[in-house]
């Protein structure tokens, strides 16, 4: 081994590297359904979604509750963690997966 070899070079990939580029990067992409009728309005969705998907409808359910929605523009922001579908008290959530799409650089500045 030659004594000129230092860490850089030993680390260094053999075919050298790339810049990170983020439109090669897919964001993992779901659609939350939400059971209106079933809702209780308790906003616990609306309050652990990471991304900030869902929000309160205007109109009531049969019961009178304020039931989630998708946020207008926010249709393809939902990143399918699941988390809504966790903490719906009364399982009014399913999110199904949805294909993967590039990042839109205004998701992360
Ligand atoms: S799955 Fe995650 S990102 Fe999508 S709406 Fe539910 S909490 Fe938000
Ligand atoms: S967590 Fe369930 S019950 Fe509560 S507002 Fe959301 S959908 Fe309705």
Redesign the pocket.
Known sequence: MSSKRTLQTVLMPVRGRNPFNINKVLKPR?R?HINSNICKGCGF?IE????G??EFSDTVNPWGYQYPRIKPGMED?????????RVCPEFA?E?FEEPPIPYKVSWVE
């Open positions: 779901g939350p969705c652990f979604c990471p991304i998907v869902l922001a939902c990143v399918n963690c699941g988390m809504c579908e959530i999110v």
